[in-house]
């Protein structure tokens, strides 16, 4: 452990990204032996264990009270799933096993599947971007009658899992005390989402939901919410870039409302939310535990970002806001202006691309020399190309206020290029007085030499470690 910079721990083996060797996993496996209360074993993004797990699983059997192995991104082969497989009879306390970003998993899950056996304690599977077939979804699916303690399911990336969705979802009642399920881009169908809704009826206990970046569900979801609505635990439900219509609005507009624990909800890139959304966004006044709301990309309108103004009245809980790619916020930030006084607990708050204009800074400003936005961390105004130089000013003068601010990015868009104006000065002066600042994002924002220079001096002198991404 020294050798490879890491500290000695007797219950916790871990080599992540240690760009170990084969000769490394040997050494590795031989010194099992004296490590009887090892828990962990984390050997994640070492490319070079691929091949190579069978010397280690052998071993295994020192370390009877493993409980999480993690083997993400580690090019795993055919040979070291089979050996996996034939180590689960010798590691009878595993509860978290993360297989994630082995793309050659694909095809050949059953040969770790087929030695997973009842009493199995696996509380937490990952196989995230594994290439997964629609057979590894049956193989899959066959294994959750004996794995009841599963808590976490994360099948995310894999696009070819989707067409066995339906036998996965109607085993889903094995796994009662599921609460994270995770099938974001997985190539889901509107029949796929049928089958999920069926089996919510037997998932009590569920707290995450995403299902997102699945566009061909977009259309069912007027007929596959009737067991949404009795998630009583769900406390984040993602749907971005589903392709949802109109009528899904609607419907989704009567059943999310009723999730009284809900903090994060998702609805971005779905630009149909925009045409109806002032039933959905105006009922959501009903979830006050809700502390991220992103809604970037929807295709909003006055009358839905007025809706939504007033339901945030409602929601003091509020930490993010995401309203990206919006272009009716530009010149009417000021109908959020109620909300923002409000949100006392705000740390993030994305408005990139919004057609923002000078007025809108001003707004911003003024709010927090009135000790609103007290607590923000995260400010994206990027590709906000119509903000005059003037505007630039006035906010870099009031940016001081800001004072837990970390990250802030003012970028324009990737087909413009400017130059700065004098607001360059005023934002370095402001800088100082910014202990929290980190990242500032300033691409396409062309400085002349001597501000350059003023940048230079800045960091010699002030002697901060700001990443300035120019």
Partial sequence: MQKLGKEPNSKNLDLNNCALSAADVTELASLLQFLPELEEISLSWNGCVGGTLKVLTVHLHHVNLLKVLRLNNCRLTTEDVTSLGEAFEIVPQLEELDLSWNSNIGGKLSLLTKKIHKGCKIKLLKITDCNLTAKDGESLAEILNVIPNLEV?????????????????????????????????????????????????????????????????????????????????????????????????????????????????????????????????????????????????????????????????????????????????????????????????????????????????????????????????????????????????????????????????????????????????ELLVALTELPALAELGMQRWVLSESQRKQLESFNQDNQRNIRFDC
């Avoid at 009795?230 to 409302?257: F, K």
């Avoid at 890139?269 to 109806?276: F, L, R, T």
């Fill in 153 to 425: 399911l994360d099948l995310s990336i894999n696009k070819h899992i989707g067409p066995s969705l339906k036998v996965i979802a109607q085993d889903l009642k094995n796994v009662p005390g599921l609460k994270e399920l995770n099938l974001h881009m997985c190539g889901l169908k509107q029949d796929s989402l049928q089958s999920l809704d069926t089996a919510l009826q037997h998932l009590a206990e569920l707290r995450k939901l995403d299902i997102s970046c699945n566009k061909e569900i977009g259309g069912g979801f007027k007929d596959s919410t009737a067991h949404l609505a009795s998630l009583e635990n769900l406390e984040v439900l993602d749907l971005h870039q589903c392709c949802v219509t109109e009528e899904d609005v609607t419907a989704l507009s009567q059943v999310i409302p009723l999730l009284s624990g809900l903090q994060e909800l998702n609805l971005s890139s779905n630009k149909n939310v925009g045409a109806s959304s002032d039933h959905l966004l105006g009922r959501l006044r009903f979830l006050p535990k809700l502390k991220s709301v992103a809604i970037s990309n929807c295709g909003l309108g006055t009358e839905s970002l007025s809706s939504l103004a007033e339901a945030a009245l409602h929601l003091p809980e509020l930490e993010i806001l995401d309203l990206s790619w919006n272009k009716c916020v530009g010149g009417n930030l000021k109908l959020l202006l109620g909300a923002l006084k409000l949100a006392t607990e705000i740390q993030v708050l994305r408005l990139s691309s919004c057609n923002l204009v000078a007025e809108d800074l001003a707004l911003l400003t003024l709010l927090t020399q009135d000790g609103h936005l007290a607590r923000l961390r995260k400010l994206d105004l990027s590709y906000n190309n119509n903000i005059s130089d003037e505007g630039w000013v006035v906010f870099c003068q009031g940016l001081a206020v800001f004072k837990e601010l970390s990250e802030l990015d003012v970028s324009l868009r990737p087909s413009s290029c400017r130059d700065c104006g004098r607001w360059f000065s």
